[in-house]
């Protein structure tokens, strides 16, 4: 029915056979001596496998200088592996990005040892997603994100049964496929997954293989697969009042991650650098004044002034409108102010007019 075959010796099911020999049946010679021209894989094992020669056919491991690449040195670790050229799955470069030395660190770091496993947690807009992104691309490493939300379901990460006909087939998951293909795998806005569903990431965080339970399948991870979280909170609630859709998350997940960094919005040394190369301009009066602008909103929302803060996502929207529109009032209006509230408005409108002499 599941396109599967059959083991000769006891009758269990698989698409690959080997790794049932091998582990619980006569052994793959034995087996071949004792049945001549059986198969030990079915067409859609045959199937996977082409295209996982597909993708590493041409493509060798290649040793990357941190400092040559991302333009920075972060200490110890001077080099890292990646690819000579990118994967289908490989995110594009972005040209204008500024690797941040605090946050390159610990996403090399898990690149380089396979039994790390990070979270990165902070407020939206800050440069998680990107940083993991954007050193994937660097290195020419193949990666799948999923996007996490309420709705999100076993299915979704580990797949489901499928009927084609009058027959059914497994259609794997994005997880057991990352795993199998050696893919760096992102659970974007982790925290706003249902709790049940990210335990099934439980033993995977700890380095183990991922039991399909519809399959009786155990899938074990590549050696170069990782496994990265991104989230607005740590998974204990959110305290900020932002972060609608977030779940509280069982802790003994949370507790698996063997790396969790808060990143909050670049310092203004680095914000200056993401605006200039971002916009294409080299005003350091302007661009001071932007980001000036952002940092006095930060800390009146640290302080509990205003509801909402400015991210560095919002800063560079705000960059371009000035650009595209000429005009500063209408661009911190239609890219930033028209999302608060009255209260918070005349705040922010008065920070604006302080700095940029103009009213919104
Ligand atoms: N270091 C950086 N260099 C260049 N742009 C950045 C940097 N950090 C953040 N950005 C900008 O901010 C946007 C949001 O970053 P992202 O990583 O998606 O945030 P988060 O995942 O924290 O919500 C990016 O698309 C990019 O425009
Ligand atoms: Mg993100």
Redesign the pocket.
């Known amino acids: 029915m599941s396109g599967k075959i059959k083991c000769l010796e006891c009758g269990f099911e698989a698409h690959f056979l080997e790794p049932h020999l091998e582990k619980s049946c006569i052994g793959v010679r034995a087996y071949v001596e004792k049945y001549e021209n059986a198969e030990l894989m079915s067409s859609i094992g045959k199937m996977k496998l082409d295209e996982l020669r597909a993708e590493s056919i041409d493509n060798a491991r290649k040793i990357f200088p941190i400092r040559g690449v991302f333009g920075v040195d972060i200490g110890k670790i001077k080099e890292a592996r990646g690819y000579i050229r990118p994967f289908d799955q490989t995110p594009k470069i972005d040209p ?5 030395k605090d946050l390159l660190i610990y996403v090399l770091y898990a690149l380089e040892n396979k039994n790390e496993r990070v979270l990165l947690t ?1 407020p ?8 993991i992104e954007q050193t994937a691309a660097r290195l020419n490493l193949p990666v799948t994100r999923i996007n996490a939300d309420g709705d999100m379901t076993r299915g979704d990460l580990v797949g489901e049964w499928k009927i084609k006909g009058d027959s059914m087939y497994f259609m794997y998951g994005l997880l057991p496929s990352a795993m199998k293909k050696g893919h760096v795998f992102i659970v974007d806005e982790w925290d706003a997954a249902p709790p049940h569903v990210n335990m099934v990431l439980q033993a995977v965080l700890e380095g183990k293989p991922l039991m399909i339970t519809e399959t009786s399948e155990a899938i074990y991870p590549h050696d170069n697969f990782r496994i990265f979280a ?1 989230a607005n909170t740590v998974g204990q609630g959110d305290s900020t009042g932002l972060y609608h859709g977030t779940n509280h998350q069982n802790y003994a997940t949370i507790d698996r991650f063997s790396l969790v960094e808060y ?1 909050d919005y ?1 310092e203004k040394s ?1 914000e200056l650098k ?1 605006l200039s190369k ?1 916009l294409g301009i080299a005003d350091k009066e302007a661009i001071g004044k932007m980001i000036s602008v952002a940092s006095k909103i930060r800390s009146s929302f640290a302080k509990e002034e205003i509801r909402v803060t400015m ?3 919002t800063l ?1 929207n705000i960059g371009i409108k000035m650009l595209d529109f000429g005009d500063i009032a209408m661009a911190y209006k239609i890219a930033y102010l028209n999302k608060l509230n009255q209260e918070d408005k005349a705040v922010v409108g008065e920070i604006i007019q302080r700095i940029w002499g103009v009213s919104c």
Do not use: C, M, N
Not at 124 to 131: D, Q
């Open positions: 204008d990005y500024v690797f941040r902070g939206t807009g800050a440069g998680k997603t990107s940083v991104t990143v670049p680095i993401i971002k991210s560095t996502r560079v």
